[in-house]
T-cell receptor
């Protein structure tokens, strides 16, 4: 089955700096890669995603890049703000039985310091 | 717009007691539905998914079961809870024009004592 590895597990940056979180996946059939943000005690919120036919996608301060050859994708947050502090999860989606199965990474605790 | 509900929001149950968690989706038809569990400080583990009424796929063998009695209703059950069943249970849906994206419900925090 699919295996997703995520690094780093914790990341501390100064407000205004950039943050980068990296993930690798194992199943070449995976074709969709979402990123979720989870604040303490809340549900994961989808913040950006990318499909396997696209190399890069950007939404304001957030961008995601995908390297299919290396089976590697990354989340980039620019001009970080204190409200960006949360746990971020990457995931890889594998088509299966009419649905799509998401396999999640283990999460990155991002702390943006003033 | 689509909305996903879960209840109860929190639950404290003794070991050996039964469990029933409910998830409903509004604003869409024939959604794909998913149950995830998140242990404290950990990632999300897919437990079950369903692509239609009565169609359940299990990802992890354990003492939990799932059912889908109606198109937009997904239920997670157990006959006898274990301490290790404690966690944050999240229901998610995808479908229609949002075939790939999965959106999570507010979750149920279960503590087994």
């Amino acid at each position: 089955g699919e295996n997703v590895e995520q690094h780093p597990s914790t990341l501390s940056v100064q407000e205004g700096d950039s943050a980068v979180i990296k993930c690798t996946y194992s199943d070449s059939a995976s074709n969709y890669f979402p990123w979720y943000k989870q604040e303490l005690g809340k549900r994961p919120q989808l913040i950006i995603d990318i499909r396997s036919n696209v190399g890069e996608k950007k939404d304001q301060r957030i961008a995601v890049t995908l390297n299919k050859t290396a089976k590697h994708f990354s989340l980039h947050i620019t001009e970080t703000q204190p409200e960006d502090s949360a746990v971020y999860f990457c995931a890889a989606s594998t088509p299966r039985g009419g649905g799509n199965k998401l396999t999640f990474g283990t999460g990155t605790q991002l702390k943006v310091e003033l | 717009s689509q909305t996903i509900h879960q209840w109860p929001a929190t639950l404290v149950q003794p070991v050996g007691s039964p469990l029933s968690l409910e998830c409903t989706v509004e604003g869409t038809s024939n959604p794909n539905l998913y149950w995830y569990r998140q242990a404290a400080g950990r990632g999300l583990q897919l437990l079950f998914y369903s692509v239609g009424i009565g169609q359940i796929s299990s990802e992890v063998p354990q003492n939990l079961s799932a059912s889908r009695p109606q198109d937009r209703q997904f239920i997670l059950s157990s006959k006898k809870l274990l301490l290790s069943d404690s966690g944050f249970y999240l229901c998610a849906w995808s479908g229609g024009d949002l075939l790939y994206e999965q959106y999570f419900g507010p979750g149920t925090r279960l503590t087994v004592t």
